[in-house]
């Protein structure tokens, strides 16, 4: 099980980042994503409701219009990857964001036995 702090703390940890540092944006979409995760609304992670909470998309916004959470998302993903294979690197905690999915998957790394 993972703890509720150390998801906080790893969180706070890649927003820190200078990956992140500068985009409010990006931090917001991890912040609400993996807030709602923590509140077991994993349900409620869909793209219209980032849209309207995250990027302050009114509530007539149209996702099949506006992409704007799509390309983020895939923006988000890039950011995190590019986290572990530098600073982050030797983090056991990832949180990860499967294409196709809003949901971040919070996991622990596994380390290979030598």
Same mark, same amino acid.
Request: hydrophobic share 40%.
């Given at each position: 099980?993972?703890?509720?702090?150390?998801?906080?703390?790893?969180?706070?940890?890649?927003?820190?980042?200078?990956?992140?540092?500068?985009?409010?944006?990006?931090?917001?979409?991890?912040?609400?994503?993996?807030?709602?995760?923590?509140?077991?609304?994993?349900?409620?992670?869909?793209?219209?409701?980032? +849209?309207? !909470?995250?990027?302050?998309?009114?509530? @007539?916004?149209?996702?099949?219009?506006?992409?704007?959470? %799509?390309?983020? #998302?895939?923006?988000?993903?890039?950011?995190?990857?590019?986290?572990?294979?530098?600073?982050?690197? +030797?983090? !056991?905690?990832?949180?990860?964001?499967? @294409?196709?999915?809003?949901?971040?998957?919070?996991?622990? %790394?596994?380390? #290979?036995?030598?």
């Amino acid at each position: 099980m993972i703890s509720t702090d150390s998801i906080h703390f790893q969180v706070t940890r890649i927003k820190g980042h200078t990956l992140f540092i500068r985009s409010a944006r990006m931090q917001r979409f991890l912040d609400f994503t993996v807030a709602q995760y923590l509140a077991g609304k994993t349900d409620e992670i869909k793209e219209y409701v980032i +849209g309207v !909470e995250v990027f302050d998309r009114p509530v @007539t916004h149209d996702p099949r219009i506006d992409p704007i959470v %799509r390309v983020e #998302a895939r923006r988000l993903r890039e950011k995190l990857r590019a986290f572990y294979e530098s600073e982050g690197v +030797g983090d !056991e905690l990832l949180i990860e964001y499967p @294409t196709g999915s809003y949901v971040p998957r919070i996991s622990l %790394r596994i380390r #290979a036995v030598a």
